[in-house]
C-alpha cells in the first residue's frame, strides 16, 4: 500500500479487497476510509447470513457496536500529507480539506455507515479500547441486549492501520517484526525465535440477538456470548507485567457469568501476537485460571496467520471461534516449530485438530493495559 | 440501588474546577475568543472557547509531559479533581473494584499533528515512541487507570458530542454488575492547526467575527456552532454505599436512552424524540417530572427546530412548560467532553437549585414552544434534569438525573 523500504518491519498482512466487488458505490467508497470498507461490507455479510433483511430487522430495537483501534488512520495520515505540503507548514492549509476529514477524525463515522446501511436505528457506539476493541464492541453488543436497549445487535470491529505512521510508531516501540524475508512464517507466536508481531487489517462482524428473539424466527444459531468481562492492568500503556494477573481476573469473571468452569472450555483461543512479553503475560495468566487444566486446553494463535490487526483482530478471532464450534476443529498456531520454554501450553502447532468443540474462551489485550475475555457457548444455541 | 454522582472534575474554557465554571455560567459570561493556540488570521473560522490558564507541570507529573496531548493532560486533572471531591482514597479500596470509562473524539489530535508532521517533513525514524499510543481514542482510559490504580472494568466510546452521555450510561451498566466506583465522563482537545481543518471540513462551524453573535442555538441568527475544548469527568457510586460513608451526593443517573438517526432521503423520523422517551420509561418518570432540560443547541436553523419538535412531543401537554437551557453557549460545542460537562452542569442545577442561563441568545426563533432560560440565571428546585447531546452522523443519547434528596432508597 505503500513503499516500505525506509520502515525497520516492512512486511504486513493485507486483505485482498476490493470494494466494487463487494457492492459499495464510488460515492460510497468515496466517503469511506478502508476501514469504514471493511465494517461496511462486513456488516452486510452477517446481515444476509443471519437471515434478516432491512424489511424484517426490527429497526427501532436494532443497536449497531463497532470496535476499531485507530480509526480512519489512513486516510488522516495521506490527508494530512495533502493540507501540510508533506509536513511542511504547522498551520495547515484548509483549502486542500477533504470534505469528509472531520469523519476520518472522529471514527464514529464507521458506526454510521453500518446503522444506514442496516437501517438499524436504536443505540449506536463506537469502542475504541486499543487492541481489545474487537472483544470490547461485541460485549457491549451482548450487554446492550442483557440490558434490554435492543433485540438485535450489529456488533463487531473493523481496522485499517496499515499506514506509514502506524509503521512508524511501531517500529520506534519495535513491537513488530523486523524479519522481512519470509512474510509467511514473521509471525511465530510462543516460539523461540519470535521477533514481533505482524501488523494486519480486516474485520467481522456479527449478529447478535435476543435468544427468544432469535428463536422465534428460527434463525440458525452459532453460538451465545455467555461471558465477557475487561480489566486494567493500572501499569504501563505498553508494558505487560509477566504475572498475567489482570487478564486472569478478567478470565475468571468472564468464566463466573457464563457458568462455567474451567474444565468445561473445550479451547482458548489467544491473544499471541508474537511478542515476549505478550506471549509470557498470557500464558501466565491461563496457568493463573485454569491450573493443571492449562497444560490440557488447547489454545492458539490467529495472529501467527492474518497478523495482528489491532481493534478488527478481537471479532476476527471471535469469529474463528465460532467456527471452530461450528466445525469441531481448533485452528492452529502457525509456525511455531520450537516453543519458548517459558511457553509450555498446547498450543496447537502448526495444524488443525478436530475435537468436539462446544466451548470457547477468546483473550486479548492491548495499549492502554487493558486485558478482556469473552467466552462463547455452542451448547446455548441451538440445544 | 442508584448510580450516584459524587465527585466532579471540570476543565472547562469557563473555568478550572467546579465554583469557577459555575460562577462564570451563573453570570453568563462567556469563554468564546478568539483562538490563541495558532495563527487563526489565515482560516475562516477563528472563535472558539479554549481552557484557560492550564499550566500542565502544575498538575501532571513532568515524566508523563513528553507522552501526554493536551486532552490527556485535562483529563488526567480532572480525574484528581473528582476523586478528590468524591472524598475517595483509592489506596483504601479493593483496585479491582474501581473502573474507568471515557469517551473521546478526536484523542490526542494535536500530539498527532506533530508526529505526522516529523514522518512528513524529516521521515518514519524520527516518529515518537509514544505515538503508539499518545493519539489514539483510549488513551484518556489507560492514562487514568495507571495514574489511579484502578484495574476494574474499562471502557472507551467514540459517538462525538454524544459520548459524554453513552460512556456515563456504560459506567452505570458496570456499577449494576458489582463494580464499586466507576471514573466516567469524557474530555477533548483538538484546537491545533490539523484538527481546526478537520473541524473545517463539516462545514457548519460559525464564520461569524463577534464571539457574542457567533454561537445561538434556537436563535433567530444561528449561524453554526463554535467548537471548544475540554469536559468534564464524573466519579458515579452506588448510592446506597455512598449514604453509609456519609458522602455528598450530587444527585443520580435515574435513566439513559440511545438511538441513532435513519440515513437522509430515508423519509423516516429523527431519533431524538424516542431517545428522550426511552430515557424517560428507563427512569420510570412522566415528563411533567422533569425539571430542566439541557439542549443539544446545534445552533444551526433546522437541527435546533428538529430539536425542540423533540423536546415539545414529548413535553408539549404539560400545563407549566419546562424550562430549557443551553450553557454550553459559554463554552462551544466539546464534542464528547460537552456532554459531559452538561451533565456536570446538570448535576450542579440539581444540587443548589438554580438554572444556568443560555447566553447571548436573545431573538428566539418564533414559534418554537419553548420556555429558554436566557440572560439571566432562573431560581429554581427542579428535581430531575434532563440533558441531551446529538453526536454528528446521527447520535442521539438522553440522559435523565434526579436530584440526590428524591433518589429512591
Known amino acids: 500500500m505503500f513503499d516500505p523500504s525506509p520502515y525497520r518491519s516492512q512486511i504486513a498482512a493485507e486483505c485482498d479487497f476490493d470494494p466494487y466487488r463487494e457492492g459499495l458505490t464510488r460515492r460510497e467508497v468515496g466517503r469511506m476510509d478502508r476501514v469504514a470498507q471493511f465494517a461496511a461490507v462486513s456488516a452486510d455479510q452477517c446481515l444476509a447470513d443471519s437471515g434478516l433483511d432491512a424489511r424484517t430487522l426490527p429497526r427501532e430495537r436494532t443497536g449497531t457496536s463497532v470496535g476499531t483501534a485507530v480509526g480512519c488512520t489512513m486516510s488522516l495520515d495521506h490527508e494530512y500529507a495533502v493540507v501540510s505540503d508533506e509536513g511542511r507548514e504547522w498551520t495547515v492549509d484548509p483549502a486542500y480539506g477533504v470534505p469528509h476529514l472531520f469523519d476520518y477524525m472522529v471514527p464514529s463515522s464507521i458506526v454510521r455507515e453500518v446503522a444506514w446501511r442496516s437501517g438499524a436505528e436504536g443505540p449506536a457506539a463506537v469502542i475504541s479500547t486499543g487492541c481489545t476493541s474487537g472483544l470490547d464492541a461485541v460485549g457491549h453488543g451482548a450487554a446492550a441486549i442483557r440490558e434490554g436497549a435492543a433485540d438485535v445487535m450489529l456488533a463487531g470491529a473493523a481496522d485499517a492501520p496499515i499506514s506509514p505512521i502506524t509503521v512508524a510508531c511501531f517500529d520506534a516501540i519495535k513491537a513488530t517484526t523486523p524479519d522481512n524475508d519470509e512474510p509467511e512464517s514473521a509471525s511465530r507466536p510462543f516460539d523461540l525465535r519470535r521477533s514481533g508481531f505482524v501488523l494486519g487489517e480486516g474485520g467481522a462482524m456479527f449478529v447478535l440477538e435476543e435468544l427468544g428473539h432469535a428463536r422465534r424466527r428460527g434463525a440458525r444459531i452459532y453460538a451465545e456470548v455467555a461471558g465477557f468481562a475487561t480489566r486494567s492492568n493500572a501499569y504501563h500503556m505498553t508494558g505487560l507485567r509477566p504475572d498475567g494477573r489482570e487478564m486472569a481476573e478478567a478470565v475468571r469473571t468472564a468464566l463466573d457469568q457464563a457458568r462455567l468452569n474451567t474444565d468445561q472450555i473445550d479451547y482458548i483461543n489467544a491473544h499471541g501476537s508474537g511478542t515476549k512479553q505478550n506471549d509470557r503475560h498470557e500464558t501466565a495468566a491461563v496457568k493463573r485460571v485454569f491450573g493443571d487444566r492449562a497444560y490440557t486446553t488447547p489454545m492458539s494463535s490467529l495472529k501467527s496467520m492474518v497478523g495482528h490487526s489491532l481493534g478488527a483482530i478481537g471479532s476476527i478471532e471471535i469469529a474463528a471461534s465460532v467456527l471452530a464450534i461450528r466445525n469441531d476443529t481448533v485452528p492452529p498456531t502457525a509456525n511455531l516449530r520450537e516453543a519458548d520454554p517459558e511457553c509450555d501450553l498446547d498450543y496447537v502447532p502448526l495444524t488443525a485438530r478436530e475435537q468436539r468443540t462446544d466451548t470457547v474462551l477468546s483473550v486479548g489485550s492491548g495499549f492502554g493495559g487493558f486485558q478482556s475475555a469473552l467466552v462463547l457457548n455452542g451448547k446455548g444455541g441451538e440445544g | ?409
Not at chain 2, 464528547?336 to 431573538?363: E, F, H, K, M
Open chain 2, 1 to 409: 440501588m442508584a448510580a450516584a454522582v459524587t465527585g466532579l472534575g471540570i476543565a472547562a474554557p469557563t473555568g478550572l474546577g467546579i465554583e469557577d465554571c459555575w460562577s462564570a455560567m451563573l453570570d453568563g459570561r462567556s469563554a468564546i475568543r478568539t483562538v490563541s493556540r495558532f495563527e487563526a488570521e489565515r482560516y475562516p473560522v477563528r472563535l472558539a472557547g479554549q481552557v484557560p490558564d492550564f499550566v500542565p507541570s502544575e498538575h501532571v507529573p513532568k515524566r508523563l509531559l513528553p507522552q501526554t496531548d493536551r486532552e490527556t493532560r485535562l483529563a488526567l486533572m480532572a480525574a484528581e479533581w473528582a476523586l478528590e471531591d468524591a472524598g475517595v482514597d483509592t489506596g483504601q479500596r479493593d483496585e479491582y473494584d474501581m473502573g474507568v470509562i471515557t469517551a473521546s473524539t478526536s484523542g490526542g489530535f494535536e500530539f498527532g499533528q506533530g508526529e505526522l508532521q516529523k514522518l512528513w517533513s524529516k521521515g518514519p525514524g524520527y516518529v515518537s515512541a509514544y505515538q503508539s499510543f499518545a493519539w489514539f481514542y483510549a488513551v484518556n482510559t489507560g492514562q487514568i487507570s495507571i495514574r489511579n490504580g484502578m484495574r476494574g472494568p474499562s471502557g472507551v466510546l467514540v459517538s462525538e458530542q454524544a459520548g459524554g452521555l453513552d460512556a456515563v450510561a456504560q459506567a452505570r451498566g458496570q456499577l449494576r454488575r458489582g463494580t464499586g466506583l466507576l471514573v466516567t465522563g469524557g474530555l477533548d482537545a483538538s484546537i491545533c492547526p490539523w484538527g481546526w481543518v478537520a473541524q473545517m471540513a463539516r462545514g457548519d462551524m460559525s464564520r461569524e467575527r463577534h464571539p457574542e453573535r457567533a454561537y445561538l442555538p434556537f436563535d433567530r441568527a444561528a449561524s453554526g456552532y463554535v467548537p471548544g475544548e475540554g469536559g468534564a469527568v464524573l466519579v458515579l457510586e452506588e448510592s446506597e454505599a455512598v449514604r453509609e460513608r456519609g458522602q455528598h451526593s450530587y444527585g443520580t443517573i435515574a435513566g439513559y436512552g440511545a438511538t441513532f438517526d435513519p440515513a437522509p432521503g430515508s423519509g423516516r423520523q429523527p431519533g431524538l424524540r424516542r431517545a428522550i422517551e426511552v430515557a424517560l420509561a428507563d427512569a420510570g418518570m412522566e415528563p411533567e417530572e422533569v425539571g430542566v432540560v439541557f439542549a443539544d443547541g446545534a445552533g444551526l436553523p433546522e437541527a435546533d427546530m428538529a430539536e425542540a419538535l423533540a423536546i415539545s412531543a414529548v413535553f408539549g401537554a404539560r400545563t407549566d412548560p419546562v424550562p430549557v437551557t443551553v450553557p454550553k453557549t459559554m463554552t462551544g460545542r466539546l464534542y464528547s467532553g460537552g456532554s459531559a460537562l452538561d451533565l456536570a452542569i446538570a448535576l450542579l442545577c440539581l444540587d443548589r437549585g438554580v438554572i444556568p442561563p443560555t447566553a447571548n441568545v436573545t431573538d428566539p426563533v418564533p414559534g418554537l414552544r419553548l420556555d429558554l432560560v436566557l440572560g439571566e440565571p432562573r431560581p429554581a428546585e427542579p428535581a430531575s434534569a434532563l440533558v441531551l447531546a446529538r453526536g454528528h452522523g446521527g447520535f442521539n443519547s438522553a440522559m435523565v438525573l434526579r436530584a440526590s434528596d428524591t433518589a429512591p432508597h
